[in-house]
């Protein structure tokens, strides 16, 4: 019996049907539920053998690590932490990439009740002191690739609660403990806690951020219970194959990490294949996926492209059985060319930092289509609902939402609390329902379509950017005198959207390539990269409000416009 069956009560193999799935679905959750302990201590004890992680670096090094090993490790990590002085409920905010110590250190953070604060190798100086001061960071984890320490280290002094800072890789800097000399005269050995020192069930043990419209990211908590949400995702949508290998490329600063190499397939007792690289390259990963005999494969839809401009008939992928996307739409012409390369079809699903999967196209019940994300997942009811909260009528658009009575009894997978705010939280869990702020329709098969975000927060290759964070860094620049930032379909059907800034310049400046080009560089260098504006405009004046209020919505839905017509002669 896979680990997975002792949460849900059957095998994968025994749901018949899609609506046998959706209806009979259901997770107990063991009081005190600790994914360390009750799961892969478990798999330790009756599996100790069984392949769990094949770690592969930027230059092609391996490791395997077994249940057993993951075991030992995270007892040693939880052990160091402790006597370092990390307690239940601190929170340590950790920068590894895909870095192994990732894994286990996580795994010993859950057995220590300590709080992960999960963080991208591409934020700067304001990004980390935004995240440790908001978060209440006591520590900090972070790799020695590249300048991320020294991009810590340029907030100094503004830290509020940080009072340790750790290096990988045995990287020498004043200030800094290093890591991996430490950890590695400690005993492989923990002991459980007890009584109040332990952690579990509704315990807070994540805690993420996420972009928001209005202001900096928004904080979002997970508690214990949340990797069981995720047996959907894992074994229900990536199918995963039990003694098979795992494949999500995402790196662990980002929630999608959760989703794809963690919580799910372990319990589906599949593998990770964890590859440490530092750029995406198409045939890098094709490689991958032929030498590791890859069986189930997750990546968004823009690397999809990416590996379809190499020549896939040169890799034998005959070990994968199934292939799914998520984080951005995907185009059609990107399903059917993948599924001429290799038989397999795309499967889509929808979710959010906030949740597993919610919504997919479920194998072996029902055949994706490109452009439909599916049916609601199991443990999941899900609804279009219009600006009133109420059902909308098939093929209106609605926002996408989740029946939870409440934030006490909600769905497992579901977050536990926004900006650790009981207002901000009550604002999404209304009237009966958790609000994803995101916007579909049901079609004329049910089927539900994804339309946009219901706000300003823009889907750009995966990424989920708030427009206030590039606003407040351009308006930093001396020639920048008003900016909105909104999102654009991009015309080649890559990104999905693109940031645009549409900037009202300060008396003295005038537009130019050479402007243009030193503002997306400014962003770059202020904020993480990504979110910089690929589409710089400079008018006259923004569309406001009565009150002064800059209008995003203009800008955008005057962008859509022009981007459907532009559809109509093609």
């Known amino acids: 019996m896979a680990i997975y069956e002792k949460f849900i009560g059957r095998s994968r193999d025994s749901f018949t049907s899609y ?66 002085g990390i307690r239940k409920g601190d929170r340590v905010l950790m920068v590894l990439k895909r870095s192994y110590w990732f894994w286990f250190l996580l795994l010993g953070m859950h057995k220590l009740g300590a709080i992960l604060v999960p963080a991208t190798n591409m934020l700067m100086a304001k990004d980390y002191v935004y995240r440790c001061n908001a978060a209440k960071v006591k520590a900090v984890i972070i790799t020695a690739d590249g300048d991320c320490t020294d991009y810590f280290d340029k907030g100094e002094g503004q830290y509020e609660t940080v009072e340790m800072k750790f290096v990988t890789k045995g990287k020498q800097i004043p200030g800094w403990i ?44 997970h508690d214990f219970r949340y990797p069981l949400g995720h047996i959907a995702t894992g074994v229900f949508w990536h199918r995963v194959v039990d003694g098979g290998l795992h494949f999500t490329v995402s790196d662990s600063g980002w929630m999608k990490c959760f989703w794809g190499k963690m919580y799910g397939q372990w319990m589906g007792e599949t593998a ?18 032929e030498k590791y005999k890859v069986t189930t494969f997750c990546v968004p839809p823009t690397m999809y492209r990416m590996m379809l401009q190499c020549d896939v008939s040169k890799y034998d992928l005959s070990a994968l059985t199934h292939c ?40 072996p019940f029902m055949e994706p289509v490109p452009g439909a994300l599916g049916f609601p997942s199991p443990g999941f009811d899900v609804h279009i609902l219009d600006a009133d909260d109420q059902q909308a009528q098939r093929g209106t658009v609605g926002e ?12 497992i997978g579901l977050l536990s609390s926004y900006n650790e705010n009981e207002e901000d939280t009550a604002n999404a869990y209304r009237n009966g329902f958790y609000h994803t702020g995101d916007r579909a ?25 708030g427009p206030f964070e590039i606003e407040s860094v351009l308006m930093e620049h001396d020639a920048v005198a008003e900016v909105a930032v909104t999102g654009v379909p991009d015309p080649d059907g890559i990104r999905g959207f693109l940031v645009k800034a549409t900037i009202v310049l300060a008396k003295g400046f005038e537009g130019s390539p050479e402007l243009v080009k030193e503002l997306q560089t400014y962003v770059k260098v202020n904020t993480a990269p990504y979110k910089y504006p690929r589409i710089v405009v400079f008018t ?7 009150s002064g209020k800059i209008q995003r919505a203009v800008i955008r839905d005057r962008d859509m416009q022009a981007w459907i017509e532009s559809q109509k002669q093609q």
């Open 19 to 84: 609506e046998d799935l959706h209806e009979n679905y259901h997770i107990t959750c063991p009081d005190g539920f600790n994914f360390a302990y009750d799961v892969m201590d478990v798999l330790a004890a009756e599996k100790p053998d069984k392949r769990a992680m094949v770690w592969v670096s930027n230059d092609f090094e391996e490791r395997v690590y077994t249940f057993a090993d993951l075991k030992r490790e995270s007892d040693r990590a939880a052990r160091y932490l402790y006597e370092k």
């Open 324 to 363: 799914c996307t998520a984080g951005e739409a995907l185009n059609p012409e990107i399903f059917n060319k993948w599924y001429e390369a290799t038989g397999l079809k795309i499967h889509e699903g929808f979710g959010q930092s906030e949740t597993p999967v919610c919504i997919a196209t479920f194998a």
């Open 540 to 546: 006259d004046a923004l569309p406001k409000t009565f």
């Open 441 to 465: 329709y049901r079609d004329e098969h049910g089927m539900f379509r994804f339309v946009g975000r219901g706000d300003d927060v823009i889907k750009s290759s995966g990424y989920r950017i």
């Open 400 to 411: 996408i939402c989740v029946r939870a009575e409440s934030v006490e009894n909600r769905p």
């Open 272 to 289: 990770l294949l964890i590859y440490d690289f530092d750029k995406f390259n198409g045939d890098n990963i094709l490689h991958m996926l």
């Open 178 to 221: 290093d890591f991996e000399a430490e950890i590695a005269d400690v005993p492989y050995e923990w002991e459980k806690p007890q009584g109040d020192d332990y952690a579990g069930g509704t315990d807070t043990s994540m805690i993420a951020f996420t972009s928001g419209t209005t202001g900096y990211p928004k904080i979002i908590t």
